[in-house]
């Protein structure tokens, strides 16, 4: 036998009487079958206290990992929401330039940047209308999105928008088990 199947067998439930087989002279295996069978209790003893350790261990090292399984998760999100978020205003500026619009949304776009155009003229802080343009703009987006038609002019901007939207639906659909304290600890203590 080798060394590791000797340990294997030693740590399992049978014992080091395992490693005695019938018809085997115990010179060859490295025990006598009196001592195998005297030490039959005591290493069922020291490998349930192994598989023990080795339990809580792995219990232990397990909620690092899914830690940061939750983390990495909500990190993709939270980065796709903002990619998600960048793509729609692109689309939206490419379709308010090209035309593609209901009109409504257009002439309000338009209306806002006369507004954001005489407020740079005059000193006026603009952060509020040039927030409003880009709401007005995802909100173009949004409604390309809806439909699937093409849309020429924006085509390159609408693709990766929908790449990215059905990627951000992916993610949000994965589930990701929260790691609980109450719930590692409870596995630890059942163990022992």
């Given at each position: ?91 939206g500026q490419r379709m ?11 002439a309000r776009i338009a ?47 609408y693709a990766v928008a ?31």
């Amino acid at each position: 036998m080798r060394t590791l199947e000797v340990i294997n067998v030693w740590l399992s439930d049978a014992g080091p009487a395992a490693l005695c087989e019938e018809g085997s002279s115990p010179l060859t295996v490295g025990c006598s079958p009196s001592a195998a069978r005297s030490t039959a209790s005591s290493s069922k003893a020291i490998g349930g206290g192994f598989r023990r350790v080795i339990r809580v261990a792995e219990a232990a090292l397990v909620q690092p990992v899914r830690l940061f399984q939750y983390w990495a998760a909500l990190w993709r999100r939270r980065s796709l929401s903002i990619a998600f978020s960048e793509a729609q205003l692109a689309l939206g500026q490419r379709m308010y330039i090209a035309g593609i619009d209901d009109g409504q949304l257009g002439a309000r776009i338009a209306e806002l940047d006369e507004k954001i155009h005489w407020a740079e003229a005059t000193g006026t802080p603009i952060r509020t209308l040039e927030t409003e343009r880009k709401s007005l703009l995802r909100l173009l987006a949004e409604c390309a999105l809806e439909e699937d038609a093409p849309h020429p002019g924006a085509d390159i901007e609408y693709a990766v928008a929908r790449e990215v939207h059905t990627s951000l639906a992916r993610a949000a659909l994965r589930r990701v088990p929260i790691p609980n304290c109450y719930t590692f600890w409870k596995s630890v203590l059942s163990i022992l």
